[in-house]
């Protein structure tokens, strides 16, 4: 039996029920003290139900009765105690030679009036259940009294001194017993956490898997490892996400632990059963499931991290890549600028001469006129390009963003009522002033203006922010317009990109934004959603050297 791995409270209604046929008592009790516990199990043939198990902690049960704290009406306790050695100070009656407690008739002994009655209590020493035999026997491990059993019976003298040679033989294979068992079960219960431990690493080093794949995984595997499997069911709470397994439901027992992640509490592992069972360690768990779901909580909390960490590095590739992908398109509109610059010059200067020869056709002044503005809006893309691969030299100034703010929007804030949208001005009140060029920084907030605008063409609202922090004042451009899926958001800084139907926009806008914005030592930040609007902020140091070179890796947006 002891090698069956045995639930405590079934191996001890066997035992008990083993004790009660073959002695014909009328009653089998079986005390054990495990850890901090006391478990006791009673099986009487005349109650229902017969059998009785209850575990009591060790200050309030039956062992818990020490030296100096014997209350008069628990004679019996005082005998179980002082048996197990954990009280000195008591006689009791004459024990066997093997420390066990014998008595005939009890209530012969209640009516004694020798001193050792008067030590015990000061009232009968009476049995439960009005029995008249009692038999205490001590089980051991070792040299070690880990228990007692407790066998009674309602007719007097019902123990003769061979059957309690005999309990006192079954006792002491008993206790090797119950080692044994205690044994079978701790290696059980160990392979089952091992098992679900080896399960959950499998599950977090297998390549290719999503995080949701990994957690249903790993929910999976709970319920067979915790002691009632059959009743057993388990969930992951992850942020706003659930991961449950087969059939969860909520139960009347509940074991959790909290997951944390790069110190944020992110969730909780749970683990359920559906059915009452008897206390043990922490309700119907064990100690070792609280040590099973500690460890699980915190794989799931390292797995979290990993997946970030994967995330991050993987964003911050992206992000290296754009940024040398802007760097080359710099240079080579930097070189198409250059050269493109000279030839523009004698095309216009050319034209504009021409237009002041006497007697020109009008259709000649008209065509002259064309090459005129043609050559102009020409330069103007030229000196965008120029802007964009940081080939114009900025002036340095102190400039107060604020103000910037306020003077760019006066000309704008006609055009937003025009359009339906509601401009909204967020300005932080001690904003640091900055070293830029204010009419770089002006072209900047008109840009990302012009694009909200065009990017709510139903109305909607616009939202302009300042902010500070130690080092970097912020500037946000915030819009509830049509957003940008990814596709669009990973080529709005490549010069000539547009989403705008042709005539309408020269892709130009957003790339003299990041050159500039690169070229005071900044970053652009973008969120963006379909059907949600996009936010822009940009990051200035409070003060930054315009003669720094590499600057590109402040400069790529995230």
């Not at 977090?204 to 990994?214: K, T, Y």
């Not at 691969?389 to 340095?396: D, E, I, Y």
Request: hydrophobic share 40%; aromatic share 6%.
């Amino acid at each position: 039996m002891a090698t069956r791995g045995l639930l405590r409270i079934d191996f001890l209604r066997e035992v008990s029920e083993i004790l009660l046929i073959s002695s014909k008592c009328d009653s089998v009790a079986i005390q054990l003290e495990e850890h901090d516990n006391c478990y006791w199990t009673e099986l009487q043939r005349r109650r229902k139900p017969p059998f009785h198990y209850e575990v009591i902690p060790d200050r309030q049960g039956i062992g818990s009765v020490r030296n100096g704290d014997l209350r008069q009406d628990l004679p019996l306790k005082a005998w179980r105690s002082a048996l197990l050695g954990r009280i000195r100070a008591l006689t009791l009656p004459p024990l066997t030679e093997k420390g066990s407690l014998w008595i005939g008739d009890v209530q012969k002994l209640s009516n004694d009036r020798s001193p050792v009655r008067k030590k015990v209590s000061g009232r009968p020493p009476r049995a439960p259940g009005d029995f008249r035999s009692l038999a205490m026997i001590p089980i051991m491990d070792d040299r070690k009294k880990i228990g007692l059993i407790e066998m009674r019976s309602a007719r007097p003298n019902f123990f003769s001194k061979d059957q309690i040679e005999l309990y006192e033989g079954i006792a002491q294979i008993l206790g090797v017993a119950l080692v044994h068992r205690i044994t079978q079960v701790k290696l059980r219960e160990r392979v089952k956490e091992l098992t679900c431990l080896y399960g959950i690493s499998q599950w977090v080093e297998r390549p290719g898997v999503s995080q949701d794949e990994i957690l249903h995984g790993i929910v999976a595997l709970l319920p067979p490892a915790w002691l009632y499997p059959e009743i057993a069911s388990a969930r992951i709470l992850l942020d706003d996400r659930t991961y449950a397994s087969t059939n969860f439901q909520e139960g009347c027992h509940q074991q959790k632990a909290e997951i944390i992640a790069n110190g944020d509490h992110r969730g909780v592992v749970e683990v359920t059963y559906s059915e009452q069972r008897p206390e043990i360690d922490e309700g119907p768990f064990l100690k070792e499931e609280r040590s099973l779901i500690d460890t699980v909580a915190k794989e799931v909390a390292l797995l979290i991290e990993r997946l970030q960490a994967e995330e991050e590095k993987i964003k911050l590739q992206d992000q290296l890549r754009h940024a040398d992908r802007l760097a080359t398109i710099g240079q080579l509109s930097a070189g198409v600028a250059h050269e493109l610059n000279e030839p523009l010059g004698s095309i216009l200067g050319f034209a504009q001469l021409a237009m002041k020869s006497a007697e020109l056709p009008q259709q000649t002044v008209q065509d002259l006129e064309k090459i005129v503005a043609a050559t102009l809006h020409a330069r103007e893309v030229v000196k965008k390009l120029m802007l964009f691969s940081r080939q114009l030299p900025p002036r340095t100034d102190k400039v107060d963003l604020n103000q910037m703010v306020e003077d760019g929007l006066y000309f704008l804030e006609t055009r937003c009522i025009k359009a339906g949208i509601e401009l909204v001005r967020d300005l932080h009140p001690d904003l640091p002033k900055v070293t830029a060029d204010p009419s770089q920084l002006h072209q900047v907030l008109v840009n990302l203006v012009v694009n909200a605008l065009q990017a709510m063409p139903e109305g909607g609202r616009l939202t302009i922010r300042t902010m500070a922090s130690n080092s970097h004042v912020s500037l946000i451009v915030e819009d509830t317009g049509t957003g940008m899926t990814k596709e669009v958001l990973q080529q709005i800084f490549i010069p000539f990109f547009t989403t705008k139907e042709i005539g309408e926009g020269t892709g130009l806008g957003l790339p003299v934004v990041h050159g500039i914005v690169t070229a005071h030592g900044g970053s652009i930040k973008v969120d963006s959603e379909v059907g949600h609007g996009s936010r822009f902020e940009i990051l200035l140091p409070v003060s930054y050297g315009f003669h720094k070179e590499g600057v590109e890796s402040n400069g790529i947006f995230e």
